[in-house]
C-alpha cells in the first residue's frame, strides 16, 4: 500500500510564494515518478510537474515553466512543489500522484498514476 500526503496549502496574493509538500511511504519509490497536479472548480485536472525518483529528472507544465520547481528529498521520501510569482489562475487543489517509471500513458497524463494524494487548496486573491 503506498500512501501520499500532502500539505503546504494555504490563501496568498498575486505574486506569494508557497511551498507543497507531498509525504510518501508504504513501499520504495527508486523506481517511480511522483507528480502533481491541479484542479480548478469545474475544470478537469491538470499535470503541474513531475520528478523521476533515480535521477532527478524534471518535467513541468508549460503554465509554470520558470515559475514552479519540483524537488524531492530520498531521505524523508518527500516531494516538494515551490511555486513562485503565484497567480489567481493557480488557484486550484493541487494534488501528488505516484506511479512506476514505464507505462501506457505518459507523465502528464493523470491516467497513468496509482497513487494519489488527498488534496491541498491553494487559493490566490488579486
Known amino acids: 500500500q503506498v500512501q501520499l500526503v500532502e500539505s503546504g496549502g494555504g490563501l496568498v496574493q498575486t505574486g506569494d510564494s508557497l511551498r507543497l509538500s507531498c509525504a510518501t511511504s508504504g513501499r520504495t519509490f527508486s523506481s517511480y515518478v511522483t507528480g502533481w497536479f491541479r484542479q480548478a472548480p469545474g475544470k478537469e485536472r491538470e499535470f503541474v510537474a513531475a520528478?523521476?525518483?533515480?535521477?532527478?529528472?524534471?518535467y513541468y507544465a508549460d503554465s509554470v515553466k520558470g515559475r514552479f520547481t519540483i524537488s524531492r528529498d530520498n531521505a524523508k521520501n518527500t516531494v516538494y512543489l515551490q511555486m513562485n510569482s503565484l497567480e489567481p489562475e493557480d488557484t486550484a487543489i493541487y494534488y501528488c500522484?505516484?506511479?512506476?517509471?514505464?507505462?501506457?500513458?505518459?507523465?502528464?497524463?493523470?491516467?497513468?498514476?496509482?497513487?494519489w494524494g488527498q488534496g491541498t487548496q491553494v487559493t490566490v486573491s488579486s
Open positions: 500522484a505516484a506511479r512506476n517509471y514505464s507505462g501506457a500513458y505518459g507523465y502528464p497524463s493523470p491516467r497513468g498514476y496509482a497513487y
Open positions: 520528478i523521476r525518483w533515480n535521477d532527478g529528472n524534471t
